[in-house]
């Protein structure tokens, strides 16, 4: 367990943003989680896992609880399905990567996605054809005023689109501590379908895809789109992807053939934010050290001083300016504070 006070958080955010912690603590363990939780449960907390989701925009004044749980395991093997579970304080790529090393799949469309273990069911996470719920077990969480353990099922966290019960109903009353994962040992279901990936296959001439081909390609993809946030600070995707109604994007079409698009219902259409932000003009648009990405217009970008206000300011800019030239209100998809 490690404690501190007036401790900076600039390596705990993927954006690089230096604010400051009144209380700083990190713990290791269930059972530290447990003690801590005894000790400060009637002060407010702020959990922070990975720091990929979100935004800084001041100084925390109350008690930071990182969870930095480790370990990962596989549980059963039952004919083609692997169960597998990791600790939520694991990386999420990393813990991606050791999956493929032992030859089993479904995470693969996920690579390279920034975070944690323990956020990811919070968040659903998504990406190229594939949502965390797709592969989605179970995931074992601590009530911080109870302390009681629960497991919480595919149908207990009420997935959706980039959405789950621990950002509604249940939201600041559980800390996730471990995640299980039903995997496949092969007669794998192979993604390949999203366009970027069979261009990124066709390009390596690859026509019968394994599991790592597919991780290569979205590594690849992601790298050349999306800046490492080791380099420059960023969050991945800042905004989500809006759904509208038919008839709104049948008005959008009509104007613009060109917008693509992604059916998820007979009434509503996906569309991506990011291509409405670069229309907009956006993309590459800098104001000081906050700025969208050069590449791909969905990531905002810290420089390198950048404080949190200012990123803030740069995506209500962009919301502005969307919702002007379109009529399209766009959400952000991380967690500002």
Same mark, same amino acid.
């Given at each position: 367990m490690q404690v501190s006070e007036n401790a900076s958080l600039k390596k705990f955010n993927t954006f690089g943003i230096d604010v400051k912690a009144k209380k700083f603590i990190s713990?290791?363990?269930v059972e530290e989680l447990k003690e801590v939780l005894k000790q400060t449960y009637a002060q407010e907390l702020f959990i922070l896992g990975g720091?990929? *989701?979100?935004?800084?925009?001041?100084?925390? *004044?109350?008690?930071?609880?990182?969870?930095?749980?480790?370990?990962?395991?596989?549980?059963?093997?039952t004919g083609n399905e692997v169960l597998v579970k990791a600790c939520a304080g694991?990386?999420?790529?990393?813990?991606? #990567?050791?999956?493929?090393?032992?030859?089993?799949?479904? #995470?693969?469309?996920?690579?390279?996605?920034?975070?944690?273990?323990g956020t990811a069911p919070i968040q659903n996470i998504g990406a190229y054809g594939v949502e965390l719920k797709d592969v989605f077990e179970e995931c074992e969480a601590v009530n911080i005023q109870t302390l009681e353990q629960r497991n919480f099922s595919k149908q207990d966290s009420e997935?959706?689109? !980039?959405?789950?019960?621990?950002?509604?109903?249940?939201?600041?009353?559980?800390?996730?501590?471990?995640?299980t994962f039903r995997l496949t040992k092969s007669q794998h279901i192979l993604r390949t379908s999203y366009g970027a990936i069979k261009?990124?296959?066709?390009?390596?001439?690859?026509?019968? =895809?394994?599991? !790592?081909?597919?991780?290569?390609?979205?590594? @690849?993809? !992601? /790298?050349?789109?999306?800046?490492?946030?080791?380099?420059?600070?960023?969050?991945?995707?800042?905004?989500? *992807?809006?759904?509208?109604?038919?008839?709104?994007?049948? !008005?959008?079409? /009509? /104007?613009?053939?060109?917008?693509?698009s992604y059916p998820v219902s007979p009434s509503k259409i996906k569309i991506p934010a990011g291509w409405l932000i670069e229309k907009a003009g956006l993309k590459g648009?800098?104001?000081?050290? @906050?700025?969208?990405?050069? *590449?791909? =217009?969905?990531?905002?970008?810290n420089y390198g001083n =950048?404080?949190?206000?200012?990123?803030?300011?740069?995506? /209500?800019?962009?919301?502005?300016?969307?919702k002007e030239k379109f009529r399209v209100e766009l959400e952000p998809e991380v967690n500002i504070f």
């Open positions: 713990v290791d363990t720091g990929s *989701n979100m935004l800084l925009t001041a100084d925390i *004044n109350k008690t930071v609880l990182h969870i930095n749980l480790k370990g990962k395991e596989i549980l059963s093997v694991e990386n999420w790529h990393q813990f991606v #990567l050791w999956t493929l090393k032992q030859e089993l799949g479904g #995470l693969e469309n996920l690579s390279l996605i920034p975070g944690n273990v997935f959706n689109y !980039r959405h789950s019960i621990f950002k509604t109903s249940l939201k600041g009353q559980y800390i996730i501590t471990s995640v261009n990124a296959l066709d390009q390596k001439k690859i026509f019968s =895809a394994k599991i !790592r081909d597919i991780s290569d390609a979205v590594i @690849a993809i !992601r /790298q050349e789109k999306l800046p490492d946030p080791k380099e420059l600070g960023n969050s991945g995707s800042f905004f989500k *992807n809006p759904v509208i109604k038919k008839e709104e994007f049948n !008005r959008l079409q /009509q /104007q613009y053939p060109e917008i693509p648009y800098r104001e000081g050290d @906050a700025g969208v990405h050069k *590449n791909q =217009a969905l990531v905002l970008v =950048a404080t949190g206000q200012e990123i803030l300011h740069l995506s /209500q800019k962009i919301q502005m300016e969307v």
